[in-house]
């Protein structure tokens, strides 16, 4: 009999799907990893049960916890079912521009959610950095993973999804691109693939509203970089330790309305139906692209999440065109 003993063993291993519409007129081979075949429909599992199992062996997890993290949704689910696979608790902490789907997903599962105003400051003590801390300090027995700061979310990748992109590509891959949250994702992968071969160039995608493009260009914190924006997942108002800026060459900032776009098509034309930051990922990476790329490049896009979590934005006209995005 083939079977896992329980679904989070299913994280990793995701397929590589090779883009044929959007990349009309663009050289080279371009192949979306899809990590919407996760368990839990995102890239985040592959980092959430590595935060818990590296806690566990370090001590600082102990049975019966209750694991409390600030989470746009994405790790929050990852982290719930490595919870119910161990036996833990969670609480998650979440700014309220996150749509209503990715709360309702994580209550689902079994977790709390704890609700922050989205337009404060990360030392506000409103914040969903500063509530979680907060909750941390309170609550017995409580583990804190701190996805930006925790280094394990780096080697989830560095481990996993690096060398399962080498070796599907068969050593072929020659650009790397996706966007950037916590950092994780692109700077464990990127740094497995510029070992193996130093030429490979790094993408970051990120937002209008975002620091880290400006920081990577100039070395300057600038908060006039800092404003509200709406794509879910990436772009950050602070420096995560898991951003290691020496592994991406460089950051390409993609508007909410392109992205919003690019996620659409994808559905429509590639039978990729996915979330928001996908669209910054395809769209951005495929600026690079049309600039750099030649026959023999292969280029690897990330795509974090699937479209469900979006159904209520992205997906539903009437809000697009509320929000200008379509006529
Ligand atoms: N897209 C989505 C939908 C996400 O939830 C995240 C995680 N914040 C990312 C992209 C970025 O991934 P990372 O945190 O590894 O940079």
Redesign the pocket.
């Given at each position: 009999m083939q079977y896992y003993n329980h679904v989070t063993e299913a994280i990793g291993n995701t397929p590589l799907v090779k883009l044929n519409k959007v990349t009309e007129g663009i050289k080279g081979t371009i192949l979306a990893k899809v990590e919407y075949f996760n368990p839990g429909n995102?890239?985040?599992d592959r980092?959430a049960i590595r935060m818990i199992e590296d806690a566990e062996k370090a001590g600082i997890l102990k049975p019966g916890g209750t694991i409390i993290e600030g989470t746009?949704?994405?790790?929050g689910m990852g982290l719930a079912l490595a919870a119910q696979a161990k036996g833990y608790k969670c609480i998650f902490t979440m700014p309220d521009k996150q749509s209503k789907e990715k709360m309702d997903i994580l209550r689902a599962v079994g977790a709390e959610v704890v609700v922050t105003p989205t337009n404060v400051t990360p030392d506000d003590p409103r914040s969903y950095y500063s509530v979680a801390r907060q909750l941390n300090q309170d609550i017995p027995n409580s583990f804190y993973p701190n996805?930006y700061d925790n280094l394990s979310?780096t080697a989830a990748?560095y481990e996993g999804t690096g060398p399962e992109i080498w070796k599907q590509t068969d050593g072929k891959v020659t650009v790397f691109a996706?966007?950037?949250?916590?950092?994780?994702?692109?700077c464990g992968t990127g740094k497995y693939l510029k070992e193996q071969n130093p030429n490979l160039k790094v993408i970051g995608l990120d937002t209008y509203g975002s620091v880290f493009k400006k920081y990577k260009e100039t070395g300057i914190f600038d908060e006039n970089e800092i404003y509200s924006y709406a794509t879910?997942?990436?772009g950050e108002d602070i420096l995560p330790k898991?951003v290691d800026f020496d592994v991406i060459d460089q950051f390409i900032k993609v508007t909410d309305k392109d992205a919003a776009l690019m996620a659409r098509r994808l559905s429509k034309e590639e039978g990729l139906f996915v979330?928001?930051?996908?669209g910054s990922a395809v769209y951005g990476a495929l600026e690079y692209a049309r600039q750099h790329m030649t026959e023999n490049d292969v280029m690897v896009i990330i795509l974090?999440?699937h479209g469900t979590r979006y159904l209520g934005k992205i997906y539903n006209d009437e809000w697009m065109k509320n929000q200008g995005y379509l006529d």
């Open positions: 995102s890239v985040k980092m746009s949704g994405n790790t996805q979310n990748h996706a966007g950037v949250g916590t950092g994780g994702t692109i879910e997942g990436i898991n979330g928001w930051s996908s974090p999440d």
